[in-house]
């Protein structure tokens, strides 16, 4: 039921209606491989790696950042008119 104190929800990831942007640094040690199950299991998920990023793309890429998050809210207002 869960990993520590967390339940484990990823079987449950395909039950979300909503729109999802999951970002992640190219750099990252970690993220790539803890977003790989939700890009999966989240239909119609948006994924954006930031190529010169590691942990904080916001602070290392944030033009950028702001760019792809504008663009995914703008969507997503578009859609949800």
Do not use: C
């Given at each position: 039921?869960?990993?520590?104190?967390?339940?484990?929800?990823?079987?449950?990831l395909?039950?979300?209606?909503?729109?999802?942007?999951?970002?992640?640094?190219?750099?990252?040690?970690?993220?790539?491989?803890?977003?790989?199950?939700?890009?999966?299991g989240?239909?119609?998920?948006?994924?954006?790696?930031?190529?010169?990023?590691?942990?904080?793309?916001?602070?290392?890429?944030?033009?950028?950042?702001?760019?792809?998050?504008?663009?995914?809210?703008?969507?997503?207002?578009?859609?949800?008119?």
């Open positions: 039921m869960a990993r520590g104190s967390a339940p484990i929800v990823t079987d449950r395909g039950e979300l209606e909503l729109p999802v942007l999951i970002t992640s640094g190219r750099h990252d040690e970690m993220t790539p491989t803890l977003i790989k199950p939700l890009v999966e989240i239909p119609g998920a948006e994924s954006v790696v930031f190529e010169e990023s590691a942990h904080l793309a916001m602070a290392e890429e944030p033009e950028r950042y702001r760019r792809v998050v504008e663009s995914f809210l703008g969507r997503v207002e578009v859609s949800q008119a």
